[in-house]
């Protein structure tokens, strides 16, 4: 099992820039890519970014390419979304998830991913 904790979300004014952050424990060496993933009321469940642990083949939404970095610290199995300019519509719950090797299925396959956190709301005013 892999246990996710996320910290950090809130809000903020468009425009401006925040961060979460989320710390992984447990069997993080069965996981081969960890990824941000936000759903908001009424829409489907969105990848925004994503980065194996590996190596540094990064992959962003285009939504929030340009503005979002994934970063992650492997020694402290942390991994890092930092959102600059952000806009109303990425207001929603942002969930850290794990995908396992063994259920990989593509960065951009919600299925790949069998491992989520709690959530951390991010609220982007205009």
């Given amino acids: 099992q892999v246990q996710l904790v996320e910290s950090g979300g809130g809000l903020v004014q468009a425009g401006g820039s925040l961060s979460v952050s989320c710390a992984a424990s447990g069997r993080t060496s069965s996981t081969k890519t960890m990824a941000w993933i936000r759903h908001a009321p009424g829409n489907e469940r ?3 970014a994503a980065i194996p642990w590996t190596d540094g083949n990064t992959y962003y ?35 850290c998830a794990a995908a396992p090797a063994t259920s990989w299925k593509g960065v951009t396959a919600i299925g790949s991913y069998t491992y989520w956190g709690q959530g951390t709301q991010v609220t982007v005013s205009s």
């Fill in 61 to 95: 939404a285009d939504s929030v390419a340009g503005r979002f970095t994934i970063a992650r610290y492997n020694a402290k199995k942390l991994v890092y979304l930092q959102m600059n300019n952000p806009k109303p519509e990425d207001t929603a719950v942002y969930y």
């Fill in 46 to 48: 969105d990848i925004v």
